[in-house]
């Protein structure tokens, strides 16, 4: 079993960063693939990005590429989601997830086992 907690969010304002991590208890993460994902009021939860077991391959949305960056620390059993020239519309639930499977780019998207209870970012105008 694995627990994962997120931690890192808050309010900030449009243009501003914010970094998120995920840190786990139980079971190390190198054996997973992190995914983060998000949820808006009103909207239904939305991939964000994912990180290879190893932290040698992401990928992310669309809407997130060139501003959001997904990295792991073994050592300290945490993944991290750097958010940079946040815009209102990246206001939501933040959630980390762990899978076992392999996957590649957008096949990352689902399936997965573990879930953290979510942080909540607010990004003013």
């Known amino acids: 079993q694995v627990q994962l907690v997120e931690s890192g969010g808050g309010l900030v304002q449009a243009g501003d960063s914010l970094r998120l991590s995920c840190a786990a208890s139980?079971?190390?993460?190198?054996?997973?693939?992190m995914g983060w994902f998000r949820q808006a009021p009103g909207k239904e939860r939305e991939f964000v990005g994912v990180?290879?077991?190893?932290?040698?391959?992401?990928y992310y949305e669309d809407s997130v590429k060139g501003r959001f960056t997904i990295s792991r620390d073994s050592a300290k059993n945490t993944v991290y989601l750097q958010m940079n020239s946040l815009r209102p519309e990246d206001t939501a639930v933040y959630y980390c997830?762990?899978?076992?499977?392999?996957?590649?780019?957008?096949?990352?998207?689902?399936?997965?086992?573990?879930w953290g209870p979510g942080t909540q970012v607010t990004v003013s105008s």
């Open positions: 990180i290879s077991r190893g932290g040698a391959s992401t």
């Open positions: 997830a762990g899978r076992w499977r392999t996957c590649s780019g957008y096949g990352c998207a689902s399936d997965y086992d573990y």
């Open positions: 139980g079971r190390t993460l190198s054996n997973f693939f």
